[in-house]
T-cell receptor, first 113, second 113 residues
Framework: EDKVVQSPLSLVVHEGDTVTLNCSYE??????LLWYKQEKKAPTFLFML????IEKKSGRLSSILDKKELFSILNITATQTGDSAVYLC?????????????FGTGTSLTVIP | NAGVTQTPKFQVLKTGQSMTLQCAQD?????MSWYRQDPGMGLRLIHY???????DQGEVPNGYNVSRSTTEDFPLRLLSAAPSQTSVYFC????????????FGEGSWLTVV
């Protein structure tokens, strides 16, 4: 059974801290791994990772994938209150002719001023 | 920029009633899906479709029906609503046969009393 596990489940930090969110997976057919940010509405796209060891970066956020150890991390540096959200990890297992995404339960991040 | 449009945004149903959540996308995506999101459970796949005329079950299909008569539309039907179906529902689409991001509708908040 395909499985995506995120840790920690929740995190409370102070503004300016750096956080690392984890996503591990066990799937039968890996196509890509995606990170999303969700703030009380639809998830918004952050990164898509397909290759090991290549860091994706956007401002204070960065992410990397390790296909050998089957995990990805999402780093947020110099956190701000606007980073408070649930961060979702999804793996595309690409069955049959199309995408098929399995989501982790998410990490809830709270940034305190 | 319509993207993925789902309606209604909010709905209250009585136990036993039926209803249809509408979903339409204008990106010519082959893959469409419905998720439900419950506290602590992440996004769970209800049904998905890899193209017009093709649908399949996800992780939690019981109590729901779907159809895909056109590429654009993918309605979700609740046959006989139960309180356990109180949830937030997201429709999503993606390109299908290549690694791609998944695009979400704004969500439908459904309460069954």
């Amino acid at each position: 059974e395909d499985k995506v596990v995120q840790s920690p489940l929740s995190l409370v930090v102070h503004e300016g801290d750096t956080v690392t969110l984890n996503c591990s997976y066990e799937v039968t057919n890996f196509r890509s791994l995606l990170w999303y940010k969700q703030e009380k509405k639809a998830p918004t796209f952050l990164f898509m990772l397909t290759s090991s060891g290549i860091e994706k970066k956007s401002g204070r956020l960065s992410s990397i994938l390790d296909k050998k150890e089957l995990f990805s991390i999402l780093n947020i540096t110099a956190t701000q209150t606007g980073d408070s959200a649930v961060y979702l990890c999804a793996v595309d297992v690409g069955r049959f002719t199309g995408n098929q995404f399995y989501f982790g339960t998410g990490t809830s991040l709270t940034v305190i001023p | 920029n319509a993207g993925v449009t789902q309606t209604p945004k909010f709905q209250v149903l009585k136990t036993g009633q039926s209803m249809t959540l509408q979903c339409a996308q204008d990106m010519n995506h082959e893959y469409m899906s419905w998720y439900r999101q419950d506290p602590g459970m992440g996004l769970r796949l209800i049904h998905y479709s890899v193209g017009a005329g093709i649908t399949d079950q996800g992780e939690v299909p019981n109590g729901y029906n779907v159809s895909r008569s056109t590429t654009e539309d993918f309605p979700l039907r609740l046959l006989s609503a139960a309180p356990s179906q109180t949830s937030v529902y997201f429709c999503a689409s993606s390109e299908g046969d290549v690694p791609s991001t998944i695009y979400f509708g704004e969500g439908s908040w459904l309460t069954v009393v």
